[in-house]
């Protein structure tokens, strides 16, 4: 693995143009976590299956007396119930997607990583300093820090932390939803920094907490 794969990138994960459901609302990977858009889904499903149900057979429907009536299939709810159950299939759909938009994230980022070792916080250290910056944070390793090794146990506990929802790093106090993790291209640092000036105080915060400082450096 060489250091090109991070210059300046960042893992913010992104769909690229997110179906609308039947609400107007669109299904966004990160608002769950894969397990859940699972379920989702499941449930959504068995509403639309429910809505698209035939009615029995509607005797009414047979004057004169025409057997073959009998057997004409008869959807009370007509046509907009259809297309409502319809909409509802493809909003199942998405959650779908969704989740194995997630699940093929944390694979691809974590590639390298056993699943065993996936959970696991990785250390924000050694740093020689831990800065403010605009929207984050940034963190000056060592000249002997292995800055890539760092950086790719990073991505993949956020891709995997994203996976879950968020739901299961709560000894990772740094993976928060919405932070993106840019590696500038002096190949030393690495910046925490997010979109929502509310995420960037608790970078702040919590990079200032859990970064490693050497003796050497300020904090």
Known sequence: ?????????????????????????????????????????????????????????????????????????????????????????????????????LEAFEESECKDIPPASRAACPLLGPAVAVENVAQGARVRFSDKAKVPSIVAGMRCHLAYARARGFDRVAGCALYLRGLEIVVPADGRTVELVSHDPRVVAEIQARTHEEAVVTSSGVR
């Open 1 to 101: 693995m060489t250091f090109t794969r991070f210059a300046r990138t960042t893992v913010l994960l992104t769909v690229g143009a997110a179906a609308c459901t039947s609400s107007g609302k669109s299904v966004r990977p990160d608002e769950m976590s894969a397990e859940a858009h699972r379920q989702e889904a499941a449930r959504v499903e068995r509403q639309a299956a429910s809505e698209s149900k035939v009615a029995p057979p509607n005797l009414a429907l047979s004057p004169n007396g025409n057997p073959e009536g009998y057997y004409a299939p008869v959807n009370p709810s007509g046509p907009d119930a259809d297309a409502h159950a319809a909409r509802l299939s493809r909003h199942a759909q998405q959650h779908l997607a969704a989740a194995a938009e």
